[in-house]
């Protein structure tokens, strides 16, 4: 008695809808062995679609035929077993080695070592026919993502921070999700500041939001356009019709971070010193070194790697002193603080009208845009234009929605919303001495890179610059009475 083994496929709804079920399939095989007097060895039955790469339970069947001899396969059709000339040469040679006879039900057609030339024929053509089904397949999901990506539509499931839900109209749309789309936002504003780590972010993230992202999420994350209006298939970039959580200034600078990150070398990585790698010798430019003393004092001086010269030798508390009264030269009284905000606000109220109505020029320009490209599409498809016309003017469309999207970006980040933030960073400021002394050695760090830039040693006095808005608010200080008192050694340069 022969072995048999039954395989049963189905990769679309509409071959369920067909009658070609796998349970019809399993029924139909069996009655069929049971007639031919076949013993049935296995069964394998999946919905694994063969326009995959690998097909995993295909290559499991392969397996057991090769470990047996004189199998018969039963299989509904040609198009369930193989869709490729590739897979013909594999089975073909069992065939020939008396290994394998495959039974094709509804083709009536028997392949075994013996066939004649006009049933291998018929084999041929039901696997070329087979094939040409796939490949029309292919092109017809190739030409209706590039329809997608043309229209500003997304072809697949949404990144993170969005959600695919239906329109009103019933059409498939990408929105924004409420929680997520905070947290990317709250991920890009964290980076940009200079003063977050990706392990800082990971860990604001578990405390804020009780969330464990893996660095190469985050990563991810930030260096994807989709969340600026630009969306990335197959390394080409195309505009988006969805809602952009962030503003392309703030992904492009969030990209010069992380490109200026890449270049740096860690060496010190991970020692336990609080301003290692923050502090350069103003003589020679050279990094200032931490170094213990009696197993006990940390002491910072210059790594003199371009040649001897006479450094200062500072311990790491006084370092710490040095930073904290700058911290402490920026407070302003809280009043204070709330009236500039005030008064910013009400100085540029004519100047937010008038962005209101740029904006919505801006985008009825953008619209008139959109509506072309679709007017050309439908040209394009119906054949009134070339292919070559019609990216011609697409692209040149992009490029005008591109540079109005630019100007949308800038106005929506107005002066109206630069100045209630502005209360915020004034109260930061105030309360930021006592922050600093208070804070772990990491967020004393996150601090100093948010704060400050080019910190040099010169002849044991601290000398540095302020990153902005900070250096206005000094500014600001130092031209009133508000100043609580300095150290005289923080003389910042800039």
Request: glycine fraction near 4%.
């Amino acid at each position: 008695m022969k072995k048999a083994i039954i395989l049963a496929r189905v990769s679309t709804e509409d071959q369920i809808n067909e009658g070609l079920s796998i349970p019809a399939q399993l029924e139909k095989a069996r009655l069929y062995a049971q007639k031919k007097g076949f013993e049935i060895l296995s069964e394998y039955q999946f919905d694994e679609s063969s326009l995959k790469d690998h097909r995993i339970k295909f290559n499991e069947v392969i397996e057991e035929i090769k470990k047996s001899n004189d199998i018969v396969l039963i299989v509904e059709t040609i198009d369930r077993l193989q869709r490729s000339f590739k897979e013909s040469v594999l089975l073909d040679d069992f065939r020939k080695q008396g290994k394998l006879e495959i039974h094709f039900l509804r083709e009536n057609l028997v392949i075994h070592k013996d066939s004649n030339s006009s049933e291998i024929q018929r084999w041929d053509l039901g696997v070329f026919l087979a094939k040409s089904y796939v490949l029309q397949i292919s092109d017809n999901v190739k030409r209706s993502i590039e329809h997608k990506l043309h229209n500003g539509e997304w072809p697949g499931k949404a990144p993170y921070g969005y959600i695919n839900k239906p329109r009103e109209d019933g059409r498939n749309w990408i929105y924004p999700e409420s929680l997520q789309s905070k947290i990317v936002k709250q991920i890009f504003e964290w980076y940009s500041t200079k003063a977050y780590s990706i392990d800082l972010i990971r860990q604001e993230l578990k405390d804020s939001f009780s969330l464990s992202f893996h660095k190469s999420k985050i990563d991810r994350i930030m260096n994807n356009p989709f969340y600026y209006g630009e969306m990335k298939y197959n390394e080409k970039i195309y505009p988006h019709k969805y809602t952009p959580i962030i503003s392309r200034d703030l992904f492009s600078k969030v990209q010069e971070i992380k490109r200026q990150h890449n270049k740096k070398h860690f060496k010190y990585a991970g020692l336990p010193y609080l301003y290692r790698g923050i502090i350069r010798c103003s003589h020679c430019g050279c990094m200032f070194t931490p170094e213990k003393k009696k197993g006990k004092y940390v002491y910072y001086h210059c790594t003199e790697y371009f040649g001897k010269h006479k450094t200062s030798w500072i311990r790491e508390e006084e370092l710490t002193k040095k930073f904290a009264q700058i911290f402490k030269g920026l407070q302003i009284p809280k009043e204070i603080a709330e009236g500039i905000a005030k008064t910013l606000r009400e100085s540029h109220q004519g100047k937010i009208e008038y962005h209101n109505s740029l904006l919505s020029d801006f985008q009825k320009e953008n619209k008139k845009y959109e509506k072309r490209i679709e007017n050309m599409y439908e040209d394009y498809l119906d054949g009134r234009i070339t292919q070559n016309m019609y990216d011609k003017k697409y692209q040149e469309y992009r490029v005008k929605q591109e540079g109005i999207n630019r100007k949308i970006s800038n106005l929506k980040k107005s002066d109206h919303e630069y100045y209630i933030t502005a209360s915020y960073i004034l109260s930061l400021a105030n309360r930021a001495y006592d922050l600093f002394l208070s804070s772990e050695p990491m967020i004393k760090r996150q601090l100093l890179k948010l704060v400050l830039q080019n910190c040099e040693i010169e002849n044991g006095s601290l000398r540095y610059n302020l990153n902005y808005p900070f250096s206005s608010i000094f500014d600001c200080v130092e031209r009133s009475a508000w100043l609580l008192g300095r150290d005289s050694n923080p003389q910042p340069s800039g």
